[in-house]
């Protein structure tokens, strides 16, 4: 096994992760300004790859296709946000539960109602269809390099709004003291709309990145959903810094895991066995390192209200 | 007799006297469409025990029912093709012993998921559930043995001493009885003083705590209860559709195991049955007329979530009361 | 002399830079009520639920009975007999009051986990919790949700679940807050029978009841005892008057 492969997939292993924290990003966010566990996000992660996919195919531009995720998934964000959310704040998280499940049922209805079971297809950006060669030889998708970028650039983004600016300033005082912030004379119902909108917007992003390597599809969210669950659950929920360590750990040791765990089988056993056994058991493992830092640490890495 | 109970009778009675009736007039599909009602209730009624009495509110039981079903499936194929199962022992064909086995193995992977999952609380206990269920998924979408992403099929439906299981309103029967019996499981333990411990585990368990009580034991036994009857559930939807598959295992199912008690009532001894008729009128009535019909679903539940917490139950008797 | 019920020896907490008890001993003796007084913030709160076991000390001991009760949970300390009442009411808000009780007593008995008889025909259960509703005057009232009773009813449920527990030493958590004058007085009486049967370690508000009540006073002033003694010592302590009555020494 060459070295130049084990960098290859650690790469896909950062790329997946840098992926997971776009969703993971939104979704902390969200619990730990509004205490809300949104189900549907998914759906706007989806959204965000359909309106990519659309625009990309009738202007032929990649670039605006990606403005487009953007705008439609932060727009339909703010809209399931004024229409749905907002009454699920003061509700526990049974009620919050169901009706993002029944906010997936319904967007996953009305995209396939609107676009069709098949799935569209949306290619990568002629600018960034190639391949560059790494230190030691080996190549390299510039793509999913430049997903890496992008991602780095959101960690920051992020990190800035937060820390710098007086949206960040909110966002801090609204995850401390809800009742706080009301007193200071902050309208609380535009910041949980823009809070909403901008995790939505970042879910919407990747899945349009996501969207140009594999297919558009409906149901496409959900395995990133759940992927995003554990991200969190790990790094502790409420935390942005968390969610970053939280995905490019699952990121890389899901990656990794399915790559190396039926090579080392092979020393003990037939390799068809150690084949399917390997896969079997990486398929599992992110979930049994989750399971491992629960045991140790229930709140998860970086609890925000520990 | 208080409303609650006259709803409960009416609910009760309705189906099977449904099931009599489409049988009369020879419909046996509508037979089959009770069974899935009574199978789908007896699930969401293990659930029940976790959530409406514990107030956990697991998002992965379909691991459990998928157990159940998955139990059966293999059973039926190692008594099939006459291979032994684990340790020499052979497969089985025979409902009894592969109800004794769900009933194990959901009780043991409860007990594993519960201990870790119960160490938390609120949010982080929906979530990891949830992740415990999908890894249970991936695994059996990933583990060629059994089938793998394309499922497993049983080649006759498993048998009951003195019965003839193939006749669909004796399997109807049989599925009924289960979910009765569920029910008087769920009823028996709301009285007890197990129930009571649960039941105010969930409203407060800081005073739980403070008379002697430790919430942390007492809902892990209900966790496992809770996911022993849903396996039950599993291993008779597996003999209904003759099938079984990841599906049974995914993150859908356990949602839809809310929604049943959720549409039904929460809390309610009889939410989950309600709710089940409900699901499977919605699936019929509305899926007859477009394919689209989660749609209409989705809209209904978070009419339901939004406007009407009581649920079918809440609607036509009133609000609950305790003892 | 016999040992302490409860005997508590240089317990610390802090959180961060916030010293909430600082070295706190004091000791509850059979048949007294040892009042615990002190300005809002002097970390009365965060010795009690040192005591119950909700928070863990950073260091000192806690004995109950003779025995170190440091590392037990809160259902352990609660089933070797430390009854507590809260300071915001704390119950099953659903169940009825008679069954608020008749958890208690199951609590006392040993075993949740039986999962056959139903509570509600268990006399085992029942008698005895009605026996303690009685016994604070809410026998009337059995039927009813604790959460439709009235604000009094609800600090007098949680006296008699204290009760049914078969409690040793009682910690009772600003009972008499937000009762009536009417209310304070009853149950001001009703405490000074109840310490003949486990002692009282009571922290209170109402000096009125205090005064009333207590063999022995402590106040908590900054996470420190500054003072023990009886009512007379307490009274014309300068120290006291000057830190918590507010009066210049």
């Known amino acids: 096994m060459s070295s130049a492969l084990i960098i290859e997939q650690v790469l896909n292993g950062i790329q997946l992760g840098v992926t997971l924290f776009l969703m993971a990003a939104g979704l902390t966010l969200i619990f730990g300004v509004m205490g809300l566990i949104n189900l549907a996000h998914g759906s706007l992660y989806m959204v965000g790859a359909f309106a990519c996919a659309v625009v990309a195919a009738a202007t032929g531009s990649f670039w605006l296709g990606l403005a487009a995720s953007l705008a439609a998934a932060a727009a339909a964000g703010a809209v399931m946000e004024i229409l749905v959310i907002r009454r699920l704040y003061a509700r526990d998280h049974l009620d919050q539960v169901l009706a993002t499940f029944a906010l997936i049922l319904i967007f996953s209805e009305a995209t396939r109602w609107l676009f069709g079971s098949f799935p569209l297809y949306l290619n990568i950006p002629s600018a960034l269809s190639g391949a560059v060669h790494l230190p030691g030889g080996a190549q390299y998708s510039l793509y999913r390099l430049a997903i890496i970028g992008v991602g780095i650039v959101v960690a920051a983004g992020l990190y800035l709004l937060i820390s710098h600016t007086r949206l960040g300033m909110r966002i801090r005082a609204g995850e401390s003291d809800r009742e706080m912030i009301g007193a200071l004379g902050v309208d609380i119902r535009t910041l949980y709309t823009i809070v909403f909108a901008l995790g939505a917007a970042l879910a919407g992003l990747a899945g349009a990145l996501v969207g140009a390597q594999q297919s558009v599809q409906v149901g496409m969210g959900e395995p990133v959903l759940i992927l995003a669950f554990v991200v969190i659950v790990i790094g502790g929920i409420g935390s942005i810094k968390g969610a970053l360590i939280g995905a490019v750990l699952v990121g890389v040791v899901d990656t990794l895991g399915r790559f190396l765990l039926p090579v080392l089988l092979e020393v003990f056993l037939p390799p068809s066995q150690a084949a399917s056994i390997g896969a079997a058991v990486a398929s599992m493992l992110i979930y049994i390192v989750m399971a491992l830092i629960l045991a140790v640490r229930p709140q998860g890495l970086f609890a925000a209200n520990a | 007799m208080t409303r609650e109970r006259t709803v409960n009778l009416v609910l009760l009675l309705l189906v099977p006297a449904a099931a009599l009736a489409a049988q009369a007039i020879g419909e046996t599909f509508y037979v089959t469409l009770a069974t899935r009602i009574a199978i789908l209730a007896l699930a969401a009624t293990g659930l029940n025990i976790a959530l409406g009495l514990g107030g956990l509110v697991s998002f992965g039981h379909a691991a459990f029912f998928g157990i159940g079903g998955y139990a059966a499936g293999i059973l039926a194929t190692h008594a099939f093709n006459q291979e032994p199962l684990l340790f020499g022992l052979p497969g089985s064909k025979q409902m009894l012993v592969i109800w004794l086995t769900s009933l194990v193995a959901s009780g043991l992977v409860a007990a594993v998921i519960g201990a870790i999952s119960l160490r938390t609380s609120g949010v982080y206990f929906i979530m990891i559930t949830l992740a415990f269920a999908q890894m249970i998924y991936y695994f059996a979408i990933s583990w060629p043995a059994y089938g793998g992403e394309d499922g497993l099929s049983l080649y006759v439906r498993n048998s009951f001493p003195g019965l003839n299981t193939l006749d669909p309103m004796t399997f109807f029967l049989i599925c009924y009885g289960l979910l009765v019996l569920g029910l008087l499981v769920f009823a028996t333990l709301r009285a007890s003083r197990f129930g009571t411990a649960l039941q105010a585990s969930r409203q407060n368990p800081t005073r739980v705590a403070a008379v002697g009580i430790t919430p942390y034991r007492i809902r892990l036994v209900a966790f496992i209860l809770s996911g022993m009857v849903t396996a039950i559930a599993g291993a008779l939807y597996a003999d209904l559709n003759r099938f079984v598959s990841p599906s049974m295992l995914s993150w859908h199912m356990s949602g839809e195991l809310i929604v049943l008690i959720i549409l039904g009532g929460t809390g309610r001894l009889f939410g989950p049955l309600a709710g089940a008729i409900l699901y499977i009128l919605f699936e019929f009535v509305l899926g007859g007329l477009t394919e689209s019909w989660q749609l209409f679903l989705g809209l209904i539940l978070l009419g339901v979530v939004l406007f009407a917490r009581g649920g079918l139950i809440g609607l036509l008797a009133g609000k609950e009361r305790h003892g | ?249």
Not at chain 3, 107 to 117: A, K, L, N, T, V
Not at chain 3, 217 to 227: F, N
Request: hydrophobic fraction near 45%.
């Open chain 3, 1 to 249: 002399m016999a040992e302490p019920v409860l005997d508590i020896r240089s317990l610390k907490k802090s959180f961060g830079a916030v010293v909430a008890t600082d070295g706190v001993s004091l000791d509850l003796r059979e048949g007294e009520i040892h009042a615990l007084i002190g300005p809002n913030g002097a970390g009365k709160s965060t010795l009690i639920h040192q005591i119950a076991g909700t928070i863990r000390p950073d260091s000192g001991e806690i004995r109950f009975l003779g025995q170190d009760i440091g590392t037990l949970g809160v259902a352990e300390r609660a089933r070797l007999g430390l009854g507590r009442t809260f300071q915001v009411s704390s119950l099953a808000h659903e169940f009825s009051a008679l069954r608020n009780v008749m958890l208690a007593v199951q609590g006392s008995q040993g075993s949740s986990f039986r999962f056959f008889r139903p509570v509600m025909d268990d006399a085992s259960l029942k008698e005895p919790a009605m026996a303690a509703l009685e016994r604070v005057g809410l026998a009337n009232r059995a039927g009813i949700p604790a959460a439709e009773l009235s604000h009094g009813e609800r600090r007098q449920l949680e006296i008699a679940i204290a009760l049914a527990l078969g409690s040793r030493a009682f910690l009772l958590d600003e009972p008499m807050a937000g009762m009536g004058p009417e209310g304070s007085q009853a149950l001001t009486a009703f405490l000074d029978g109840l310490r003949q049967e486990a002692p009282i370690l009571l922290v209170e508000h109402d000096m009125e009841a205090v005064f009333a009540l207590a063999d022995r006073i402590s106040v908590l002033v900054y996470g420190r005892v500054i003072a023990t003694g009886s009512v007379e010592e307490i009274r014309n302590n300068p120290t006291v008057r000057e830190a918590y009555l507010g009066e210049p020494a």
